[in-house]
């Protein structure tokens, strides 16, 4: 049974920065892809950011040069750290494990809110 808690959201002015903390509880951390979606309102769930097992990331065109994915498989956690937010960034980010059999496992989300 896989489970991912994240935490690290809430309100930030724009111009700001977050970072964002995903700890999983699972079997060989090492072998999965992580990745950070989010959610706005009425919309779509998309792709912020994934790390893969092998370390190699990539980005949503939106946040590139401004998020930073980063995990340490010794401690079963992943980070997404969040600088010059905007305003469309806010949404509920949630935290994803891919396994090697490609089945998909999802957090509780948190909410991150941009606003002056």
């Known amino acids: 049974q896989v489970r991912l808690v994240e935490s690290g959201g809430g309100l930030v002015q724009p111009g700001g920065s977050l970072r964002l903390s995903c700890t999983a509880s699972?079997?060989?951390?090492?072998?999965?892809?992580m990745s950070w979606f989010r959610q706005q309102p009425g919309k779509q769930r998309e792709l912020v950011a994934t790390?893969?097992?092998?370390?190699?990331?990539n980005y949503a065109t939106s946040v590139k040069g401004r998020f930073t994915i980063s995990r340490d498989n010794a401690k079963n956690m992943v980070w997404l750290q969040m600088n010059s937010l905007k305003p469309e960034d806010t949404a509920v980010y949630y935290c994803?494990?891919?396994?090697?059999?490609?089945?998909?496992?999802w957090g509780q989300g948190t909410q991150v809110t941009v606003s002056s």
């Open positions: 994803n494990a891919r396994s090697p059999s490609r089945f998909d496992s």
């Open positions: 790390i893969a097992r092998g370390g190699s990331t």
């Open positions: 699972l079997n060989i951390f090492s072998m999965y892809d």
